[in-house]
């Protein structure tokens, strides 16, 4: 809406009370509606990998795509453009207005522990296909958010975190991504919960300079979830939506502010006028009802979204292994426990329930049924919390249908409420009056005898009993005011049952649910874990007897999920270990990584190939098989780079001293900090190789450019091996010998070229003016020095065999 009259109008039919109440969220995900001025609620959802819509049900189910690292690994901007747009739809089919996504946030360390939700280390790329997304879902009526502004790059005391961040890498870096997303039109930025340089992001002066000064943003800024803890200092700046509600800070305080001056009147109009244009893009106001969506075919959902990940997936390292022929295998051995349950997601708000979900294992047996064998052994148990119940495990004992009985009981016992449910993971059970007790219920069918680990996740009072026997009661205080650990990811209490093969079990779990401990109930079981010498040694021999040895290993959602930061990149000792047996046992041995951050692989010199397909979303599994098997050339190179050891990265922290965290590296973020310090990574960013080789001949670019000018290079390439390919041509600059400081080399465009066996492809590398200036802290300003440039081509940012010079001339 541009009429500034209208908006007018539409004010002056609201009561002062009635302005402040739009300022606060009506419940978790919706905003408040106005009868006076035709003012529907809009609904928000997170949205990064897929749109969960404003619930937490298993039974709610929604398109996964893969991590939003494997959509940076793509360096596909029109791709993700399309996947931007399928979030859009299924946004609509959802009801919801605002998608929570991007995540705009860097992989400054390897320890991030929510990497998987964020797209690369560098502030370019990040920016690029950021704003390829932004552009797909905004293309459908839907509002993209940019979040989280601005520098919340970790998750330790991510609530109170203090970044400490030099202006000019705050506005190289860390706002960059941001700015990129502004000028491709986001609608909603979301502030997060950290503070930067003493001042919380919800009241930071930089939610109006540069946001709405420089850039020119004309959207509503929202807060993360819970992140507003005061009202003048909040108010009185640029956030215009705190998030929940309806309680919070503004509220009656606001109002009371306002009357007494301390708040202008102004300053709420401003925050009304931009939410009620908001609301009008959306079409929220002034209409009768939601614009129906469109339908969308599930096959070619399915197929784009296997498209996707097969796009994402990284070839780290090939001797001649991959693409496997399918039609000279007998028997194809897969092993490890993440070949059977592959990991599709990262852990935290953003998971979704995915409608269906591909193992790599049944992606490889798709793939080879009728033309060869294909054997599973499980290897050891990795570590992390058992997993939730579902129905291949147990039955609602009062039904007989496989699930679960969830049961809400009042302070007595009674029964309130009650439902068969698909699994043990109970985020969000109905509260009725009365509600006292959640519990969780099931009949088990063990496969297997011995020691079950049992677990039950929460807050609170807690119980846990199996067959009447007590094995677990206590009271489990809340240690954290972090909502995605509350409410999301609570931790789990682990005990021991003996169950036994074909005898059934009955396991009762209660959560009694105390004001400000959530109503998250998580309950598991994993069977024994088999002695791992014994595992290890029956991966080993499947491996020998096999013409071809897949082994999966990686992450757990203990390892990755927001609300806390790794403690380590190291994958556990018995990963490891299986894969290494494996590789000594059969030379045709690929290992497939499955995680959404840098591991160690101390073993990777060690196989026939290396794959890396991320958090692939539920067509993963047909993916990678599409991967291994020459159907589709891996499409993606690294958007981060991995150490080989944790030691060698040369930025670790996240952990802030005193509640202070400071980026001590300044611009020197990835490859960058590597090449400052002289350090060799495992692999550099943008690495990545596909299903033939390639020759890079020629670089040819301007003599000379104006400063404030782009401009662009072209690259040929020639495709040396025997099968058509796709080529990930990279420019990096260098300024050797500038008055100021700047990073060794950057990154600064990238463009993608298909060639046939023998052909030549020119790449033309588009070298946008901004990544040639530099924040004057001193003048408060942008500046290009004049003077010369290397401009260097090549696969990587440690592999580049081409170089020119252009020299930057005075602007006029």
Not at 357 to 370: D, Y
Not at 479 to 485: G, V
Not at 750 to 774: C, D, F, I, S
């Amino acid at each position: 809406m541009d009429d500034e009259d209208e908006l007018d109008r539409l004010l002056d039919k609201l009561t002062p009370r009635a302005k402040v109440r739009l300022l606060t969220g009506a419940d978790t995900w919706r905003t408040a509606a106005e009868p006076a001025v035709q003012l529907r609620p809009w609904v928000m959802s997170d949205g990064p990998a897929g749109v969960r819509g404003p619930a937490w049900d298993e039974r709610r189910t929604s398109v996964l795509l893969p991590s939003a690292t494997a959509l940076a690994a793509t360096w596909d901007e029109p791709l993700v453009e399309r996947l931007g747009a399928l979030l859009a739809l299924e946004a609509r089919r959802k009801g919801v207005d605002v998608v929570l996504a991007p995540n705009l946030n860097l992989h400054r360390s390897p320890l991030g522990g929510r990497h998987f939700e964020c797209f690369s280390e560098d502030p370019e790329l990040t920016g690029r296909i950021g704003a390829a997304l932004v552009r797909g879902i905004q293309a459908h009526g839907v509002a993209a958010t940019a979040k989280h502004y601005v520098a919340n790059d970790s998750e330790t005391d991510r609530l109170t975190v203090d970044v400490r961040v030099g202006r000019r890498a705050l506005r190289e870096v860390y706002l960059a991504p941001f700015e990129a997303a502004v000028a491709a039109g986001v609608r909603v930025v979301m502030a997060g919960y950290n503070a930067v340089d003493g001042t919380t992001m919800t009241a930071s002066e930089l939610l109006t300079d540069p946001l709405r000064t420089d850039w020119g943003f004309d959207g509503v800024v929202v807060s993360d979830w819970g992140a507003v803890r005061t009202t003048l200092d909040t108010a009185d700046g640029g956030l215009d939506l705190v998030m929940p509600g309806p309680e919070g800070p503004w509220g009656e305080a606001l109002v009371r502010a306002v009357e007494e001056g301390t708040v202008a009147q102004r300053v709420v109009d401003d925050k009304v006028r931009r939410l009620l244009r908001q609301a009008d893009w959306l079409g929220a106001l002034g209409r009768p009802g939601r614009r129906p969506a469109p339908g969308v075919r599930p096959g070619a959902v399915r197929a784009l979204a296997r498209r996707a990940a097969a796009a994402g997936t990284v070839l780290l390292e090939n001797r001649g292994v991959l693409p496997l022929d399918a039609g000279d295998l007998g028997t194809v051995a897969v092993i490890g426990a993440h070949a059977a349950r592959t990991r599709t997601q990262g852990g935290g708000s953003a998971g979704v329930f995915p409608q269906a979900e591909i193992s790599v294992l049944r992606g490889i047996r798709a793939r080879l049924r009728g033309r060869a064998g294909v054997v599973h052994v499980p290897g050891p148990v990795p570590d992390g919390p058992p997993p939730a119940l579902d129905t291949t495990l147990c039955s609602d004992p009062r039904s007989g249908t496989p699930g679960v009985l969830m049961r809400v009981l009042d302070a007595h016992g009674n029964e309130l409420y009650a439902e068969r449910r698909g699994t043990g993971r109970q985020l969000e059970p109905r509260l009725v009056p009365g509600a006292h007790t959640v519990e969780i219920s099931a009949r088990l069918h063990p496969r297997v005898t011995g020691p079950w680990t049992l677990g039950i996740a929460g807050f609170g009072r807690m119980s846990l009993r199996v067959d009447g026997l007590p094995l677990l009661d206590g009271d489990f205080p809340r240690d954290t005011d972090d909502p995605a650990i509350v409410h999301v990811s609570p931790p789990v209490h682990r005990v021991t049952a003996h169950l036994t093969e074909g005898r059934e079990a009955l396991l009762v779990a209660q959560r009694a649910l105390v004001p400000g401990t959530g109503r998250a109930v998580v309950v598991g079981a994993a069977p024994p874990a088999a002695d791992e010498a014994a595992a290890l040694d029956a991966a080993a021999r499947a491996a020998r007897a096999a013409d071809v040895a897949v082994v999966v290993v990686g992450t757990t959602e203990h390892d990755e999920c927001e609300g806390r930061d790794r403690l380590r990149i190291a994958l556990d000792p018995a990963q490891d270990a299986l894969v290494r047996v494996v590789a000594a046992a059969n030379p045709r041995t690929v290992a497939v990584v499955n995680s959404g951050g840098p591991v160690e692989m101390p073993w990777r010199e060690e196989v026939g190939a290396l794959l890396l397909p991320w958090f692939p979303g539920q067509e993963g599994g047909g993916a990678v098989a599409d991967v291994l098997f020459g159907r589709t050339e891996p499409g993606g190179r690294l958007p981060t780079t991995w150490p080989a050891v944790l030691d060698d990265a040369p930025s670790t922290g996240v952990r802030p001293a005193d509640g202070r965290l400071d980026y001590t590296e300044g611009l020197h973020v990835g490859h960058r900090g590597w090449l400052r310090a002289g350090r060799t990574p495992a692999y550099w960013f943008g690495h990545g190789l596909g299903y033939t080789t390639w020759a890079y001949e020629e670089l040819a670019g301007p003599a000379t450019v104006r400063a404030g000018a782009s401009f662009t290079v072209r690259v040929r390439v020639r495709n040396t091996g025997a099968r058509p390919g796709r080529e990930v041509v990279q420019v990096y600059l260098a300024r050797p010998g500038a008055s100021v400081e700047y990073p060794e080399r950057w990154f600064a465009g990238y463009a993608a070229v298909h060639a046939r066996p023998g052909e030549t492809a020119t790449a033309r590398v588009h070298v946008p003016a901004r990544v040639l200036r530099h924040w004057d802290e001193g003048a408060g300003g942008w500046r290009t020095e004049p003077g010369p440039c290397r401009v260097l081509a090549g696969r990587s940012a440690g592999d580049l065999p081409l170089a020119s010079v252009t020299e930057l001339l005075a602007g006029d």
